[in-house]
Each structure stands twice: as structure tokens, then as C-alpha cells.
């Protein structure tokens, strides 16, 4: 059964893992949403060639172009966001800090995927953080983006269980597993059901 899909634009700044588990759900005719552009700031993402491939609309806006001027840089992001038609945004691997004109212009309408239980370990290095802290479950966090790093509403997690033996690229492979299982769920849900209701509704996938 087809439904009307929402456009999404997917930005990227490597290989795409992420955004081929989106490609692959929104291919469903199911599935809300369409992919109407694929933007990197890294004209050399490995995730173009893959979304190429995929038949889908790509575009590169290299940051270095801009010097440290961040928000010029989103300027042109954004207007290529517009011209694409997107209605959604969903940031997957995009290594950028965003400035509050971007976070603000696509407010509630950009989502973001966390390699960590939230609010625990923001930012980077997240599976040498967890196991330096010696936790017991970690895991993925999609939520909305907002001006603080990770610091936007949540609307879904998934959990792994850390084992004895596990080193950060054995747990951030198992992590990853379930951010390709856990992205395409939180966005379905979102688009079908926005707004998020406060308290965000999570869902919370052990794997």
C-alpha cells in the first residue's frame, strides 16, 4: 500500500551507513518519506557515490570553500535544501557544528543520530567513552536538533549490551546495527505523527 511520502533531504560527510539504511526504507512504497537530495560538505563522501548509485539526486557544498565562515556556508546548504523541495532533514554522519541559522530555519524539522545513549557521552569518541566508564548498556539516540550539541528532544534510543571483551570498534559495530534498524523507525513515526508529543515517545530496541 503506497502513502503520500514526505520530501527528506540526507546530509553526509562520509561513507553514508546511515543514510543507505534510509535509502533502502524510503524505496518501500510504504514508507512516508522520499529522498529528494543528498548534500555532503566533503566533495569526496564516499555516500555521493553510494546515493549516485541509488538514483537519487546528489550535491556537494564544500565547507573549505568558506573559510571559517560557518553560517555562509548554511546559507548555501539551506538554499539548496529549499530548491530540492525538502520538508524534513535528516543529518546522518554530517561531522559539522551547526550555527543557530541553520538549527533555527529547519527547527523541528531536522533530526540527528547519536552513537550513544543521550544524554550520556555527547559529541565524539563516544564507544572508547563508554567503555572507559565502565557501563553496562550503551547504545543509539535519535532526537531533534537543536542549538546545544545533542542536546534536542528525543524520539527514539536503542540499547546494546557491552560485554568483557568488547573493544570500541567491536561494541560501535554492534551500535551501529541498531541505528540502521532504529533510524528508519523513528522517522516513520515522526512523519506520520508530527508533532512529537512532549514527553517525546521513545522507542527503546535491545539488541
Same mark, same amino acid.
Given at each position: 500500500?503506497?502513502?503520500?511520502?514526505?520530501?527528506?533531504?540526507?546530509?553526509?560527510?562520509?561513507?553514508?551507513?546511515?543514510?543507505?539504511?534510509?535509502?533502502?526504507?524510503?524505496?518501500?512504497?510504504?514508507?512516508?518519506?522520499?529522498?529528494?537530495?543528498? !548534500?555532503?560538505?566533503? *566533495?569526496?563522501?564516499?555516500?555521493? %557515490?553510494? $546515493?549516485?548509485? =541509488? #538514483?537519487? @539526486?546528489?550535491?556537494?557544498?564544500?565547507?573549505?570553500?568558506?573559510?571559517?565562515?560557518?553560517?555562509?556556508?548554511?546559507?548555501?546548504?539551506?538554499?539548496?535544501?529549499?530548491?530540492?523541495?525538502?520538508?524534513?532533514?535528516?543529518?546522518?554522519?554530517?561531522?559539522?557544528?551547526?550555527?543557530?541559522?541553520?538549527?533555527?530555519?529547519?527547527?523541528?524539522?531536522?533530526?540527528?543520530?547519536?552513537?550513544?545513549? !543521550?544524554?550520556?557521552? *555527547?559529541?565524539?569518541?563516544?564507544? %572508547?567513552? $563508554?567503555?572507559? =566508564? #565502565?557501563? @553496562?548498556?550503551?547504545?543509539?539516540?535519535?532526537?531533534?536538533?537543536?542549538?546545544?550539541?545533542?542536546?534536542?528532544?528525543?524520539?527514539?534510543?536503542?540499547?546494546?549490551?557491552?560485554?568483557?571483551?568488547?573493544?570500541?570498534?567491536?561494541?560501535?559495530?554492534?551500535?551501529?546495527?541498531?541505528?540502521?534498524?532504529?533510524?528508519?523507525?523513528?522517522?516513520?513515526?515522526?512523519?506520520?505523527?508530527?508533532?512529537?508529543?512532549?514527553?517525546?515517545?521513545?522507542?527503546?530496541?535491545?539488541?
Amino acid at each position: 500500500m503506497s502513502v503520500e511520502k514526505t520530501p527528506i533531504a540526507i546530509l553526509i560527510s562520509g561513507r553514508g551507513s546511515n543514510a543507505t539504511a534510509l535509502i533502502r526504507a524510503c524505496e518501500d512504497p510504504s514508507f512516508p518519506a522520499r529522498i529528494c537530495l543528498v !548534500l555532503s560538505n566533503n *566533495p569526496d563522501a564516499p555516500g555521493l %557515490e553510494m $546515493a549516485k548509485k =541509488a #538514483g537519487l @539526486r546528489t550535491l556537494a557544498i564544500n565547507h573549505r570553500d568558506f573559510g571559517k565562515n560557518r553560517e555562509a556556508h548554511e546559507r548555501a546548504v539551506h538554499t539548496a535544501l529549499t530548491e530540492a523541495g525538502a520538508q524534513a532533514i535528516c543529518l546522518a554522519g554530517y561531522m559539522r557544528l551547526l550555527t543557530p541559522f541553520l538549527t533555527g530555519a529547519w527547527a523541528g524539522r531536522m533530526l540527528n543520530i547519536h552513537p550513544s545513549l !543521550l544524554p550520556v557521552f *555527547p559529541g565524539l569518541h563516544t564507544h %572508547e567513552r $563508554a567503555l572507559q =566508564a #565502565g557501563v @553496562r548498556v550503551h547504545g543509539c539516540t535519535v532526537h531533534l536538533v537543536t542549538e546545544g550539541m545533542d542536546e534536542g528532544p528525543i524520539l527514539g534510543q536503542a540499547a546494546v549490551p557491552v560485554l568483557p571483551d568488547d573493544t570500541a570498534d567491536i561494541l560501535g559495530a554492534r551500535v551501529l546495527k541498531q541505528e540502521h534498524q532504529l533510524y528508519p523507525q523513528v522517522l516513520r513515526h515522526f512523519l506520520l505523527q508530527r508533532p512529537v508529543s512532549a514527553p517525546a515517545e521513545c522507542a527503546l530496541l535491545v539488541g
